[in-house]
Nanobody, 121 residues
Framework: QVQLVESGGGLVQPGGSLRLSCAASGSIFSINVMGWYRQAPGKQRELVARIISDGRTDYAESVKGRFTISRDNAENSAYLQMSSLKPEDTAVYYC???????????????WGQGTQVTVSS
């Protein structure tokens, strides 16, 4: 059984910063991709950022230059440092991971339960 648990959300003023954490646990052999998505009320879930096991990253245009994704492969964890936050960044942020539970096995996609980020004065 694999679980992803996010933490670090909360209420922050415009221009402020937050750091989200995602910890994967359970029977994991390797994690290829870890990503952060967000879903605002009435909108579809969208990619924020993702990071491959070799360190390559990919960001949504709306967060480039403000958000930084990183990971700790030894801890099966990913982080999202968010700076210069705007009200439009308000959403539930979800972590996901594409991983293998056995060598040479198939890839599985897991999601966390989400953490609320609210940017408001």
């Amino acid at each position: 059984q694999v679980q992803l648990v996010e933490s670090g959300g909360g209420l922050v003023q415009p221009g402020g910063s937050l750091r989200l954490s995602c910890a994967a646990s359970g029977s994991i052999f390797s994690i290829n991709v870890m990503g952060w998505y967000r879903q605002a009320p009435g909108k579809q879930r969208e990619l924020v950022a993702r990071i491959i096991s070799d360190g390559r990253t990919d960001y949504a245009e709306s967060v480039k230059g403000r958000f930084t994704i990183s990971r700790d492969n030894a801890e099966n964890s990913a982080y999202l440092q968010m700076s210069s936050l705007k009200p439009e960044d308000t959403a539930v942020y979800y972590c996901n991971a594409v991983l293998k539970v056995v060598p040479q096995g198939p890839d599985y996609l897991y999601w966390g339960q989400g953490t609320q980020v609210t940017v408001s004065s």
